[in-house]
């Protein structure tokens, strides 16, 4: 993905990320292709790879499980603040769909220890949005994609093999 979005000049010159929900880590890299860092991350609750109609509105009310996704696709990113003025990487906007960096949360979601598991299994409890440790967002994240457009690319998820035998293909 990293190689297309670079010599294909699909990601225009502009810095990127792709988000593996596989391994659910996010890579970032600069505009002339370089991976500047990768690290683990946090992804949606629920599996599939796209964003209900209206999800971005749900946030204030809650948004119900089985709809936390994080959708797969391309998009264009762009900084900017969140409802609280933290600075997120917009991602999608309308389905207020961002990459931030870890917040305070109720202990038993454990959400610093998952990003410190080994095993990506056990990373899927945001609402959505892709959450990283602080510093990875401090250190490689705001300086790469947090000054202006860049451009998310979201990997889909893996799918059984005998759903993807009988699939055409997916957005990316």
Known sequence: MA?????????????????DKKDAKLFVFSSDGHLIGAAPALLGLARGDTAAPGVGQ????????ALRT???????SQPGPNLKGETVIWVDYDAAFAIHRLRPSPAAERRAERLASASPDD????LGCVVVAGDFFDRIVTPVLGHGAGVVYVLPEPRPAAVAQGSAGSRL
């Open 3 to 19: 190689r297309t979005a670079f010599e294909r000049g699909d990601a225009k010159g502009l810095p990127f990320a792709i988000v």
């Open 70 to 76: 994080t959708p797969a696709g391309r998009y264009d």
């Open 123 to 126: 990373n899927r409890i945001s």
């Open 58 to 65: 749900m946030v204030a009310t809650g948004i119900p499980a």
